[in-house]
């Protein structure tokens, strides 16, 4: 079985986002990978790979300095063939993709990237590190590259993102008054020390002006100490201080020994 939160059961969208419940994304991918719905489980998984492709994941994403950028990875059909035998394995075999586990991998400018793709409800820009050269902007540096999805399917979305951080595994670090933050927290599971702390977020909710992506070696829950982090680069960007009752938070994160 799959281990979650206590919380109340069952959840819809915005609850699981909510509550980061492990039970509601491995319910949905087993429903995707429905052996009914695309022919096979094999069909079902490599169109399931490439919509996820889509959002930037898997491949570089072509930013200023090429020789660094790392990439993730989306694993193929043909790695369980070969493990598993062709035809011998389920979503219940692969179940820990659903919660970005397993043979997935995503490197950091990846979820960055796709913080922006859901502030932006469905597209991103390329990450550059110029937004312009000389006095006009570069045609290249503002190309627009779109999901599949249809802008409204974004919006139950965000809403979980923002009770995330309003009320959810994010609100005893993340939230900044009079600052609609969006966000969701993440456990890295590490089987050679503490597990990696992960947040991704952006603000404002309604007009989003920044995205960001927060990962903290062996720093344990994406709660504890990714989310703060990020939400005090957040409220420092857009509103140039930190506010009084969260100084106790910033200085936290200031004198913490990673």
Same mark, same amino acid.
């Given at each position: 079985?799959?281990? %979650?939160?206590?919380?109340? $059961?069952?959840?819809?969208?915005?609850?699981?986002?909510?509550?980061? %419940?492990?039970?509601?994304? %491995?319910?949905?991918? !087993?429903?995707?990978?429905?052996? !009914?719905?695309?022919?096979?489980?094999?069909?079902?998984?490599?169109?399931?790979?490439?919509? +996820?492709?889509?959002?930037?994941?898997?491949?570089?994403?072509?930013?200023?300095?090429?020789?660094?950028?790392?990439?993730?990875?989306?694993?193929?059909? $043909?790695?369980?063939?070969?493990?598993?035998?062709?035809?011998?394995?389920?979503?219940?075999?692969?179940?820990?993709?659903?919660?970005?586990?397993?043979?997935?991998?995503?490197?950091?400018?990846?979820?960055?990237?796709?913080?922006?793709?859901?502030?932006?409800?469905?597209?991103?820009?390329? =990450?550059?590190?110029?937004? $312009?050269?000389?006095?006009?902007?570069?045609?290249?540096? @503002?190309?627009?590259?779109?999901? =599949?999805?249809?802008?409204?399917?974004?919006? =139950?979305? +965000?809403?979980?993102?923002?009770? @995330?951080?309003?009320?959810?595994?994010?609100?005893?670090?993340?939230? +900044?008054?009079?600052?609609?933050?969006?966000?969701?927290?993440?456990? $890295?599971?590490?089987?050679?020390?503490?597990?990696?702390? @992960?947040?991704?977020?952006?603000?404002?909710?309604?007009? =989003? !002006?920044?995205?960001?992506?927060?990962?903290?070696?062996?720093?344990?829950?994406?709660?504890?100490?990714?989310?703060?982090?990020?939400?005090?680069?957040?409220?420092?960007?857009?509103?140039?201080?930190?506010?009084?009752?969260?100084?106790?938070?910033?200085?936290?994160?200031?004198?913490?020994?990673?």
């Amino acid at each position: 079985t799959v281990g %979650c939160h206590h919380h109340k $059961s069952p959840l819809d969208l915005r609850g699981s986002i909510k509550h980061s %419940c492990n039970a509601y994304y %491995c319910h949905v991918f !087993k429903d995707y990978l429905d052996p !009914k719905r695309f022919g096979s489980t094999e069909a079902a998984f490599e169109r399931w790979g490439n919509q +996820v492709a889509k959002f930037g994941f898997g491949k570089k994403l072509g930013v200023d300095l090429p020789q660094v950028e790392r990439t993730g990875g989306i694993p193929q059909p $043909s790695l369980y063939n070969n493990t598993y035998g062709e035809g011998r394995w389920f979503a219940s075999t692969i179940i820990s993709l659903a919660i970005g586990q397993g043979e997935f991998q995503a490197s950091v400018a990846e979820l960055a990237n796709f913080a922006a793709i859901l502030a932006n409800r469905g597209s991103y820009i390329r =990450p550059h590190l110029v937004r $312009s050269i000389g006095f006009t902007r570069t045609p290249k540096l @503002v190309d627009t590259f779109k999901t =599949p999805v249809h802008p409204r399917h974004f919006d =139950p979305v +965000v809403e979980g993102l923002y009770q @995330v951080v309003e009320d959810g595994t994010a609100r005893w670090y993340g939230k +900044v008054p009079d600052l609609d933050i969006c966000g969701k927290t993440g456990t $890295s599971q590490n089987p050679h020390g503490e597990d990696h702390s @992960v947040f991704i977020c952006f603000a404002p909710k309604d007009t =989003p !002006k920044i995205a960001i992506a927060t990962l903290v070696e062996n720093a344990g829950y994406g709660g504890t100490w990714a989310a703060p982090i990020s939400t005090l680069m957040i409220e420092e960007y857009l509103k140039g201080q930190i506010h009084p009752r969260r100084k106790w938070i910033e200085k936290r994160v200031l004198e913490a020994d990673f």
